[in-house]
């Protein structure tokens, strides 16, 4: 089973996503300190969400490019 997130996260991050795809790595840190400065939350809570949410996101987006990489002769 998975994790349940609101659908105001999921919402949220993958607006952030299809706006600023290059500007998110691989870096949870990172992702955590670019959400605080693009969506304006008074919530830690909230913020961690949404930077964990963009993780698993990008990290599937890589699973799956990978995938079709290999399995492209």
Not at 14 to 22: I, K, V, W
Not at 46 to 68: C, D, F, P, W
Request: net charge positive; aromatic share 6%; hydrophobic share 35%.
């Amino acid at each position: 089973m998975g994790k349940v997130r609101p659908e105001r996260v999921k919402r949220i991050a993958r607006e952030l996503l299809s706006r600023f795809p290059d500007r998110f790595t691989a870096d949870f840190k990172a992702k955590k300190e670019l959400v605080k400065s693009l969506v304006k939350t008074s919530s830690p809570k909230l913020r961690n969400m949404i930077a964990g949410y963009v993780t698993h996101l990008v990290s599937t987006a890589q699973t799956t490019k990978v995938e079709t990489e290999e399995a492209t002769p």
